[in-house]
């Protein structure tokens, strides 16, 4: 298992390096220029000096090199100063942001917060509703309760969250005015009253996020567990006499989960990655909103910068799925 | 779930399968082709059934609709008639308000420059289920093109699978982004607005989606390269276009055909959110996604401008996911005849 773990390991960086030049490469076509909204007036040799401030300039081998420096070496170097106060990133150049002329990851980090709170909570909400929608559709299959799993399922399978979302707007914040429209990112939770502000205020987002992955996961988890319900051992453990309870949610259930955790696994990377879509319905201003506005301000670093994790949370948790895999199921060995 | 599904008329015969006993009762009938029993079996699951007669009238509704509806979706009204025209509410918004704005001849009402909604609605219609078709072909031709060749070439394999596993690992929907904001103005400038942007929409979409296809086609080609039906053929001198086009290719049909109806699927609600995010077709071009997107800045007033384009979106892709449900159970030697 160690050694697969670290031959994988050592595999995912030629891909993500791989990966990193793919994405500086598209966005080394991009047309925009970081100077283009600085005043005719200025000169242009000032320009020039600009440019080479910003990290332009240089010939493109250059600046991937140093973009690699920056981003393996020095922004970790400088995480490392902030958490034990040492001073080893001190006067190293950083990953700058465009717009505002401040280093990529600072607003990275402002930005994080949001994300996790209304994403993470819609994937656990997610998580709680699907696995017992998928086991009870599994246990009564064709039963009145399944069919209807199924069909809501299929639904919130088909319908774009920009149009769930408006959906729920146009319902409970236009029509029954219950909760905000717009995610409110400076609110503060102090008491209870803050508190329920901030439950209104993130209900419709994360039941619009938890709907899409509900669908998904209780369709894995009812396939899986049909899989299982069939299966020799279960007719033996209820031959010797188990309950009814115990043979399903014990010996079933946990052969059935084994996929269905590498599932779970596999999403993760979304969480971090924002839902792009429902921040830009709510307003919600996370990571997926920061993409966004850096696309459509030519914000080349940062758009780098932030595709570049996404890549990197797939790789670690394509592997951490595998990983997961073999060692929940002691008939999986990668030898 | 990686048997091969077994199509060819070599093995179907000798293939001890469930219609053995109904074939039997009928003898004298003349022989069935298979897709008789997969159409038979295929209708007898409700959901795909009426969810491929919902995505045929949608289809037919788009297409015919525009040479019989009345209002012109490109038509802007000027000066008087602008303002009699703009911002009419559709017909059964007189069941609960007083005195609305409506007229027989705007059905679904007109929207701030006056324009009708339905006819715009039918004519993004059109531009959202080609864009959605034209970017399943492009992606069903990838995935099937890497997948054979990784299945049935050995020394492409390994490289051809690294591709596929790469991108998998990019993060697409930034990625897409990216490259529509690259791309849009030179191929709008060679093109022209809208044709240009079609064929960027699809490639793109085409080029992202098309992995999950290659790995299904690459198991199931090594699979079938096993086979006694491929040594056969092989010992009689068929040559390896031939092995392809004939005896391999027809074997894996199914699992394509299942992936190119969910394709179209995913690369509708692709296009919307592309469109909805502001990174998609040119203004007064109307698309589902884009008429959605128009219209979230007045949903309080109009709520209908948001309602209707969405409502087309999920129908059509619920539809299309149905019949893909369908479609892989009436595939499956193992379920048909049951």
Do not use: C
């Amino acid at each position: 298992m160690l050694q697969y773990t670290t031959r994988r390991l050592i595999l995912s960086v030629p891909t993500l390096l791989f990966i990193s030049l793919v994405i500086f490469l598209l966005l080394e076509l991009a047309p925009g220029d970081p100077m283009a909204q600085v005043p005719l007036t200025v000169p242009d040799e000032v320009k020039q000096r600009m440019r080479e401030a910003l990290g332009l300039g240089e010939p493109m081998p250059v600046r991937f090199g140093k973009w690699l420096w920056q981003f393996f070496v020095v922004e970790p170097l400088y995480l490392f100063d902030l958490t034990f106060g040492t001073s080893f990133a001190e006067g190293q150049q950083r990953v700058i942001s465009w717009q505002t002329r401040s280093p990529v990851m600072d607003i990275v980090a402002q930005r994080m917060p949001q994300t996790l709170w209304v994403v993470g909570t819609a994937y656990i909400v997610a998580i709680l509703i699907a696995l017992p929608i998928g086991i009870y559709s599994a246990y009564r299959q064709y039963s009145w309760f399944d069919q209807a799993g199924t069909f809501v399922t299929m639904v919130g399978f088909s319908v774009p969250p920009f149009f769930s979302g408006v959906l729920v707007i146009v319902i409970f914040s236009v029509q029954l005015g219950w909760f905000p429209s717009i995610y409110d990112t400076t609110h503060k939770v102090t008491d209870w009253e803050s508190f329920v502000v901030q439950l209104q205020q993130m209900i419709m987002p994360v039941m619009v996020l938890a709907l899409q992955i509900t669908s998904q996961l209780s369709r894995f988890m009812r396939a899986s567990m049909l899989d299982n319900l069939n299966q020799d051992y279960v007719r033996t453990a209820r031959a010797k006499g188990l309950g009814e309870k115990t043979v399903v949610l014990v010996h079933v259930l946990r052969n059935s989960m084994i996929p269905v955790v590498t599932v779970i696994a596999l999403g993760i990377p979304s969480i971090f990655g924002g839902a792009i879509i429902t921040e830009q319905v709510f307003k919600v201003n996370g990571i997926g909103q920061l993409l966004i506005t850096a696309i459509q301000a030519n914000d080349l670093p940062m758009v780098q910068t932030l595709t570049f994790v996404f890549a990197i949370l797939i790789v670690l948790f394509n592997l951490i799925a595998d990983i997961l895999y073999g060692i929940l199921d002691p008939r999986i060995r990668y030898d | 779930m990686t048997d091969p599904h077994v199509q060819s008329p070599l093995v179907e015969e000798r293939a001890p399968d469930p219609q053995g006993v109904r074939e039997a009762e009928n003898a004298d009938q003349p022989p069935r082709s298979q897709w008789w029993d997969v159409w038979d079996q295929f209708k007898h699951h409700s959901g795909a059934f009426w969810g491929m007669v919902v995505f045929f009238t949608i289809i037919f509704l788009v297409v015919v609709g525009p040479l019989l509806y009345w209002n012109d979706a490109t038509f802007v009204p000027t000066g008087r008639a602008f303002l009699e025209l703009r911002d009419m509410r559709p017909i059964y918004t007189v069941l609960w308000e007083v005195e609305p704005k409506v007229s027989w001849a705007h059905p679904l009402g007109t929207d701030n420059l006056g324009r009708d909604t339905l006819a715009r609605l039918l004519s993004g219609g059109q531009v959202s289920i080609a864009v959605g078709l034209a970017a399943m072909v492009v992606s069903i031709v990838i995935g099937t093109l890497v997948g054979v060749l990784a299945g049935y070439i050995r020394w492409l394999d390994g490289p051809l699978m690294r591709l596929t596993d790469l991108f998998l690992a990019l993060p697409l929907l930034p990625l897409l982004l990216v490259a529509v904001l690259l791309f849009r103005d030179p191929l709008s400038s060679a093109l022209g607005p809208e044709g240009g942007t079609f064929i960027l929409i699809v490639t793109l979409v085409g080029i992202t989606s098309w992995m999950q296809t290659a790995r299904i086609v690459r198991g199931d080609v090594l699979a079938l390269k096993e086979r006694e039906f491929v040594l056969a053929a092989r010992s009689i001198g068929t040559s390896n276009t031939r092995m392809i086009t004939r005896h391999i290719l027809p074997n894996v049909l199914s699992p394509i055909m299942v992936s190119a109806t969910l394709g179209i699927a995913t690369a509708i609600i692709t296009e919307s959110a592309l469109s909805f995010l502001g990174f998609g077709f040119p203004p007064d071009f109307p698309t589902w996604g884009k008429l959605l997107f128009d219209s979230v800045d007045r949903m309080v007033q109009y709520p209908e401008r948001v309602i209707w384009p969405g409502l087309l979106i999920s129908l059509t892709v619920l539809s299309v996911n149905y019949i893909g449900d369908g479609l892989r159970d009436a595939l499956d030697p193992r379920i048909r005849g049951r």
